[in-house]
């Protein structure tokens, strides 16, 4: 390697008594306060803040139009387009689940229901939301299609026995959900 | 009997002065301090903290931009727990952070907040205390902060500590000079020592650095006081930046240097004894520019020949007009302190030996050239034409000999390779 000598920069008389440059990182610091003040904070469009800073004010603003498509918020059970609850109680995402969240409780559909052909759906459904990590990993082993996870977010709760999302809790949130799976159909 | 009554209003004094104004702006400026930095780097800062009406019953919260935040902050330490390391000397450790905000809260009692209000006749100064020594005093007193400092950092038994304090001691030795010299040209311009009466002078006769208006009327200054107007700025600067290094404040907050020294001379401190050092910080940056605002820009003189009128106003015997003055002095002395936070959030750290340099390679010489500058101007209408051209040559000379001396100090001796 070799040696390269670097020379200090020569300053001008006006650089070594640096009022100039204090003066001018006032005007700098100043603008931008009183941008942030006027509610045109540099950045403040991209990021959708409120203009005071790049901060969005969350309570009042929300993030739900910001969010990806690909977004993993609280994971949810859903029906399909005929009101019949997709899960068949495979409990293959309960032992997939990497935190242990989940929690099924099997059950047979008796005979004289009109899904029997389905023969098993689940009698409980329990996701622990303090462990759930969001990994989205039930989503992807479900065979039936019938767990997803929402962009739904605000998950809170006053004590630990509210943060277990049960069956009825998991279908409210998911909703309804079209196509996807077709065997159960009648055949035409 | 009328000594008690006299001790009384005394105490009146202090407790409203020190307690219901001074004290109160400390958790302000601790506010703006968080709010301004915030939005010059584009953040919010606080703005939530208020009084929690739904806890109440109440439909909304009461925000107020966070304005409650510093009582929070305030709560927060005092409730946490205060930790004594067991390898500190305890009595100087438990001492010091009395020993910082005590002399900052003694000098409020020479600032004179407002002119004299009047009540059945009997006329009261807003100021504690209305000595004829009044910035000599202040010196006095404020210069003790150091010994708190430098206490803190030995006694806490850890190096960044000692390191800290140690800096601060040959801080406040260095700017304690400056700081001196720079305000003499005030002191001859007003031939007093008495901050009430230099404050009295600039609402008649025109503010230090403003001087528009001259026994209440409105009109350009004189040849001399134009010309003392070169002096009194230079002297208004140098003033300005040595309280700066005296209160620690950014440009020059090596004692406390986060970067370098983790925490500086409170690194071993916590909860009230912390919450002390960064009041007593606070309070001196109050002090401090309550100072300059008294020297440089009028006190709580409003200005422009309008004090008189002012003064003038009354309810019946009960003469007001202080109150408005005391308000527009406490506008003064924010603005200033938001002055003092924005020189924070805008100028980097110096470096220790800048640090020395500026204040006695530049600003000693500098100060001493501006009091003879000073004088010549004050004494010129007594002087003959001869005499002044010659003073005024001389001056050239020593300051042309002192800016020499100051290069030649700067340059480096050649490094000699082997």
Redesign the interface.
């Known amino acids: 390697m070799a040696v390269v000598k670097l020379q200090r920069p020569k300053l001008n008389a006006g650089e070594k008594i640096y009022f100039g440059a204090i003066l001018k990182g006032f005007f700098i610091t100043m603008s931008h306060a009183v941008r942030s003040l006027l509610g045109k904070t540099t950045g403040a469009k991209d990021l959708a803040s409120s203009g005071l800073g790049v901060t969005m004010q969350f309570p009042e603003q929300r993030w739900d139009n910001q969010l990806p498509e690909y977004y993993r918020g609280a994971p949810t059970l859903v029906i399909d387009e005929q009101g019949r609850e997709r899960c068949v109680s495979c409990q293959l995402c309960e032992f997939i689940c990497p935190p242990k969240a989940i929690r099924i409780t099997p059950s047979e559909i008796p005979t004289d229901d009109k899904w029997a052909k389905v023969e098993k759906r689940p009698i409980e459904f329990d996701i622990d939301m303090i462990r759930c990590i969001y990994c989205g990993m039930c989503e992807e082993v479900c065979p039936e299609q019938a767990i997803f996870l929402r962009k739904d977010y605000l998950v809170t709760g006053h004590t630990r026995a509210e943060m277990v999302h049960d069956k009825k809790k998991l279908y409210e949130i998911g909703g309804i959900r079209t196509g996807l799976v077709n065997k159960w159909n009648e055949l035409k | 009997m009328p000594d008690i009554l006299q001790i009384l209003i005394l105490i009146v004094k202090i407790v409203a002065l020190t307690f219901c104004v001074v004290l109160p702006l400390v958790p302000i400026s601790v506010y703006f301090e968080r709010r301004?930095c915030?939005?010059?780097?584009?953040?919010?800062?606080p703005?939530r903290t208020g009084i929690p009406l739904t806890l109440l019953g109440f439909k909304k919260d009461f925000h107020f931009f966070g304005l409650i935040q510093p009582v929070a902050d305030g709560v927060k330490l005092f409730l946490k727990e205060d930790f004594t390391p067991s390898y500190v000397r305890k009595a100087f450790y438990w001492m010091a952070p009395a020993l910082t905000v005590a002399p900052a809260l003694i000098t409020v009692c020479v600032i004179p907040f407002g002119s004299p209000i009047s009540i059945f006749g009997s006329e009261q100064k807003l100021v504690i205390a209305d000595l004829d020594i009044g910035p000599l005093f202040v010196f006095a007193i404020s210069s003790l902060t150091v010994y708190g400092i430098t206490l803190a950092g030995w006694s806490s038994n850890s190096k960044f500590s000692l390191i800290g304090g140690v800096r601060s001691t040959a801080q406040m030795i260095s700017y304690e000079i400056c700081l001196g010299l720079s305000i003499i040209p005030v002191l001859l311009y007003y031939g007093d020592l008495n901050l009430s009466k230099i404050v009295q002078n600039q609402a008649d006769n025109g503010w230090l650095l403003l001087p528009l208006w001259k026994g209440g009327h409105l009109g350009l200054p004189d040849l001399q006081t134009a010309l003392f107007l070169i002096p009194a700025f230079i002297a208004f600067l140098i003033f300005t930046i040595s309280i700066f290094a005296e209160t620690n404040r950014m440009p020059f907050d090596l004692p406390e240097c986060e970067t370098e020294l983790v925490g500086g001379y409170h690194t071993e401190y916590s909860s009230m004894k912390f919450a002390l050092f960064f009041m007593g910080e606070y309070a001196a940056m109050v002090i401090g520019s309550a100072l300059i605002v008294t020297l440089f820009l009028g006190g709580w003189s409003v200005g422009f020949g309008m004090d008189k009128w002012i003064n003038d106003l009354h309810i019946g015997s009960f003469q007001f007009g202080g109150l408005i003055h005391l308000m527009a002095f406490l506008v003064k002395l924010i603005v200033f302190i938001l002055f003092f936070i924005?020189?924070r959030?805008?100028?980097p750290r110096f470096r220790y030996d800048q640090l020395m340099k500026l204040g006695w390679v530049i600003f000693f010489e500098a100060a001493l050239v501006n009091v003879f500058l000073a004088a010549l101007i004050i004494a010129a209408p007594q002087l003959t034409a001869a005499i002044i051209g010659g003073g005024a040559v001389l001056l050239i000379a020593v300051t042309a000999a002192v800016i020499w001396v100051a290069m030649v100090s700067e340059a480096k001796p050649k490094i000699r390779r082997a």
Do not use: C
Not at chain 2, 38 to 45: L, N, S, T
């Open positions: 301004f915030a939005v010059i780097q584009d953040r919010v800062g703005n924005l020189v959030w805008t100028v």
